[in-house]
Nanobody, 115 residues
């Protein structure tokens, strides 16, 4: 099993920045991909950005050029630097890891962007 602890959500004005962090513990040897998804009330969870163990990054079109995902393997931590935030970025953000043991989710952290 893998446990995930997220931090860094909060309230920010439009145009501002936030950085999310997610640290994994447990069977971390099994992890390949780490990333972030987000979900608005009543809508499906959507991919924000993921990064593989080899460093390949994938971003949703809606965040390209504004968000940057990075990974510190020594700390088993994935980060999401979010710049130029927009009100439509207001959602709960979930950390996700995938590997040989399956897929695991964090509890989520709320990001609220005020206009």
């Amino acid at each position: 099993q893998v446990q995930l602890v997220e931090s860094g959500g909060g309230l920010v004005q439009a145009g501002g920045s936030l950085r999310l962090s997610c640290t994994a513990s447990g069977s971390i040897f099994s992890i390949n991909t780490m990333g972030w998804y987000r979900q608005a009330p009543g809508k499906q969870r959507e991919l924000v950005a993921v990064i593989t163990s080899g460093g390949t990054r994938t971003y949703a079109d809606s965040v390209k050029g504004r968000f940057t995902i990075s990974r510190d393997s020594a700390k088993n931590t994935v980060y999401l630097q979010m710049n130029s935030l927009k009100p439509e970025d207001t959602m709960v953000y979930y950390c996700n890891v995938e590997g040989v043991l399956g897929r695991f989710w964090g509890k989520g952290t709320l990001v609220t962007v005020s206009s």
